[in-house]
């Protein structure tokens, strides 16, 4: 221009900023601006509006800001445009508070917001989780005579979603219609999403069935929010069907909607089917990443198909995929379940390798292995290096450790770590009692430590309608031999002094109706022993297999009372 002899004025300036805007170019719009008082032009407020709105859109919420606190100086005096603009700026960069007191700015500045400014200030409050906040906002347009429309519900129903409130977020979607705004495949998105996050899997499946007489076309992001749904619902044919439906409806998944069918199959405890959707990626050109293989991973290692864990894990290697903690907690949870405790510990060992850190998940796993493979010492060894590695146990690791104990024959110990849970605020719970009371089922000490337990209302459900029946479902095998020989032993002898000899009964469960503890024998099998070893009439009920009945009429109070003799 100047080779010309045109001289740029104030008109031309903002042209060119506005360019700069548009094309992502906040370093220029920049320079511009600063060039303007050698050039002795004078900026207003749209070159200023321009510039704010370039460093919005290239996430410089800071030299947004900037550039407002110059205007006054500058005599220039923001508008709502301007205002707008540093409110999306502080939106994108995660600055909800600073966004929100821009807003309260705006009225001594004698500036009223509009619909983008309160947009702005939503979607704020939105991306930094402040649902109510966000709500507020919408509840003030009104006052404010400010209509909302379809960017005002998507960002306020996103705030819901974020926040967890799937109720208030359906309320908003039906709210529309009356406030004529028309919802769009965002706002469904937005709503099936809160849906999917609150476990609603069925009225996330609903809204997607309504979106067609709605006229809105389910896009990507809706189906991964419906199939997402469906897995965190446990309904994996459900997720397979919506992945089906998808190429009818012209829309191509992506790797976010491959990685939450193979979760759905995953939980679904469908190995093969995930295994299946992965191998159709590369067809799909879809490139599955450490999320895609780690949820692959945890289906085989639900499935008990170690082997194939390995092989994905090697597999992605060579895809160059990087695996994380989750992964390799994954990988050795398989090698546990399948009883490969040294693959389990030799994966522990390689990930320092691939500057990955183990956490809770990997050592609880780790342990576990060590724990079913009758390797106590190496339970301790790396329970030990936790506190080394600044990773806290939990009550899952000290579970796993006593257990090892028991398997071990070391009743000592394994009474040792249950003493030193409360010292670590790690409060013990069912499981760990019942593996304790495994190690010591037999001892004087046992007698002891179910009263414990008992006491803290590990077994509420215990009595079953009357002391004449007792409920063995929470037990393993060494509580509920202690729990039988203490009822037999100081509650029995009660009944039968009364009147009439009550019919006893022992519930211990049968098949699919009871718990599986990590125990070599099954409860019924060691009650029964027990009984049929003191000689007392028992018998399995052929109504009911998970009842044992003892004939009370042939039981001496005398006897009973020296099954369960406290420790000296």
């Known amino acids: 221009m100047l080779g010309a002899r045109v001289v740029p004025n104030q008109i031309t300036y903002n042209a060119a900023i506005s360019a700069c805007e548009k094309g992502g170019q906040w370093q220029l719009a920049s320079k511009l601006l600063s ?40 005599k220039v005096v923001p508008n709502e445009i301007t205002y707008s603009a540093a409110i999306s700026a502080c939106d994108k960069g995660g600055q909800w508070q600073m966004a929100l007191k821009l807003l309260s700015l705006m009225p001594d500045a004698r500036v009223v917001p509009n619909k983008i400014t309160y947009n702005a200030a939503i979607s704020a409050c939105e991306k930094g989780s402040q649902w109510q906040l966000a709500l507020k906002l919408l509840s003030l347009m009104p006052g404010a005579r400010v209509v909302p429309n379809e960017i005002t519900y998507n960002a306020a129903i996103s705030a819901c979603e974020k926040g967890g409130q799937w109720q208030l977020a359906l309320k908003l979607l039906s709210l529309m219609p009356g406030a004529k705004v028309v919802p769009n495949e965002i706002t469904y998105s937005a709503a099936i999403s809160a849906c999917e996050k609150g476990g609603q899997w069925q009225m996330a499946l609903k809204l997607l069935s309504l979106m067609p007489d709605a006229r809105v076309v389910p896009n990507k992001i809706t189906y991964n929010a419906a199939i997402s749904a469906c897995e965190k619902g446990g309904q994996w044919q459900l997720a397979l069907n919506l992945l089906s439906l ?89 090698c546990e379940k399948g ?13 320092p390798e691939t500057r990955v850190v183990p956490d809770q998940i990997t050592y609880n796993a780790a342990i576990s292995a060590c724990e079913k493979g009758g390797q106590w010492q190496l339970a301790l060894k790396l329970l030990s290096l936790m506190h080394e590695a600044k990773v806290v146990p939990n009550e899952i690791t000290y579970n796993a450790a006593i257990s090892a104990c ?40 046992g007698y002891a430590l179910f009263r414990k337990a008992f006491g803290l209302g590990m077994y509420p459900q215990f009595w079953s309608n009357s002391y004449s ?54 409860v019924q099998d060691a009650v ?27 039981l001496k109070s005398s006897e009973l009372r020296r099954l369960f003799t406290p420790p000296s």
Request: glycine letters at 6%.
């Open 246 to 334: 998808m190429p009818e409806a012209k829309v191509v998944p992506n790797e976010i909607t491959y990685n939450a069918a193979i979760s759905a199959c995953e939980k679904g405890g469908q190995w093969q089917m995930a295994l299946k959707l992965l191998s159709l990626m590369p067809d799909a050109r879809v490139v599955p990443n450490e999320i895609t293989y780690t949820a692959a991973i945890s289906a085989c290692e639900k499935g008990g198909q170690w082997q194939l864990a390995l092989k994905l894990l090697s597999l992605m290697h060579e895809a160059k995929v990087v695996p994380d903690q989750i992964t390799y907690s994954a990988a050795i949870s398989a």
């Open 406 to 445: 028991e398997k071990g024959g070391q009743w000592q110990l394994a009474l040792n770590l249950l003493s030193l849970m409360p010292q670590l605020r790690i409060l013990p719970d069912v499981v760990s009692y019942n593996a304790a009371m495994d190690a010591v089922s037999g001892m004087g000490v």
């Open 469 to 522: 029946t007792i409920n063995l479902h929470d037990m393993s095998c060494g509580a509920a031999v202690l729990a039988v020989r203490w009822w037999l032993a100081e509650v029995v002898p009660h009944l039968l002094s009364g009147p009439t000899t009550p019919k006893l009964e022992v519930i211990t469960g049968w098949g699919k109706s009871r718990k599986e503890w990590r125990t070599t024998t099954d």
């Open 35 to 74: 060039l303007m008082p050698e050039a002795k032009v004078v900026p207003n407020e749209i070159t200023y509006s321009a510039a704010i709105s370039a460093c919005e859109k290239g996430g410089q919420w800071q030299l947004a800001l900037k550039l407002l606190s110059l205007m006054p100086e500058a």
């Open 339 to 351: 009883g490969q405790w040294q693959l389990a510990l030799k994966l522990l060992s390689s990930m």
């Open 528 to 554: 029964f022993q027990l009984l049929q070893g003191y000689q007392f009439p028992s018998r399995i009920d052929q109504n009911n297999r998970g009842v044992i009945t003892i004939d009370g009429r042939q």
